[in-house]
């Protein structure tokens, strides 16, 4: 397993909009045959962060994920939705359910 964990930071006008995107994106990759788990998290503290989690099968599944109409969509959106450079941590599972 491949657990991604990706940090957003939208500027303050597009909130909603960024909300809205990483819906989309969450309800398309949750039906990709090879990923486990997707999660839009929004900081309380400072709600122009965002994270999502990530639980795709192997790589090949990370490959076809950024393939798809939903992603393409999803990261044309962060070009002027962000406020900074996204980044991604990448883990591999070691105790997980």
Not at 67 to 84: C, D, N, P, R, V
Request: proline share 2%; hydrophobic share 35%.
């Amino acid at each position: 397993m491949i657990v991604n964990l990706v940090m957003l930071e939208a500027k303050e006008e597009y909130i909603d909009e960024m909300i809205e995107i990483c819906r989309y994106n969450h309800e398309n990759s949750i039906k990709e045959e090879g990923n486990v788990r997707f999660d839009v998290l929004q900081n309380t503290d400072e709600p122009t962060k965002f994270t999502l989690y990530e639980v795709f099968r192997d790589k090949e599944a990370i490959e076809f994920h950024k393939t798809t109409e939903h992603y393409k969509k999803w990261a044309e959106a962060m070009e002027h939705i962000l406020a900074a450079p996204r980044y991604k941590i990448s883990n591999t599972d070691i105790a997980f359910t």
